[in-house]
């Protein structure tokens, strides 16, 4: 036996017209456990709190070679937008040990919109770190 509502039950839905609340991210696919939510969405806020994942990630991809010079260039791990860095010169004729460090920071090129970056930044989503120089 089918029940029908009575006559005076309003059944729209309440938000109709409206555009839905927004709902959480999902972590994207393949985004390693513990890496934070925002991580791996191009369109994520300035921010310099970088975790030690950001640094193992950038440490993860391979240095390459071109001729006394050496350079990654790889998606930021955070924003996704292509960052590139390079080293050049004698690295290890200058005093270098083999565990140094050099700096590395997200250098994208998205406009400033997009990452919100604060007055007086060009360039990145404000992640950065220390990574492992280049192998001998």
């Not at 390459?64 to 590139?84: E, F, I, N, Q, V």
């Amino acid at each position: 036996m089918q029940v029908d509502p009575p006559d005076d039950l309003d059944m729209t839905p309440k938000n109709e017209g409206e555009e839905p609340p927004p709902q959480p991210r999902e972590p994207r696919p393949g985004k390693p456990n513990g890496a934070p939510p925002e991580y791996g969405y191009p369109d994520v806020a300035w921010d310099r709190a970088t975790p030690q994942r950001w640094v193992d990630a950038v440490d993860a991809q391979g240095w390459k070679a071109d001729g006394d010079a050496w350079w990654k260039s790889l998606p930021c791990p955070r924003c996704t937008h292509t960052m590139t860095f390079e080293l050049s010169g004698g690295l290890r004729g200058g005093g270098l040990e083999s565990d140094d460090t050099t700096p590395a920071w997200c250098n994208c090129q998205t406009s400033k919109e997009v990452h919100t970056r604060p007055e007086g930044e060009t360039e990145g989503c404000g992640q950065n770190g220390w990574i492992k120089l280049p192998p001998e």
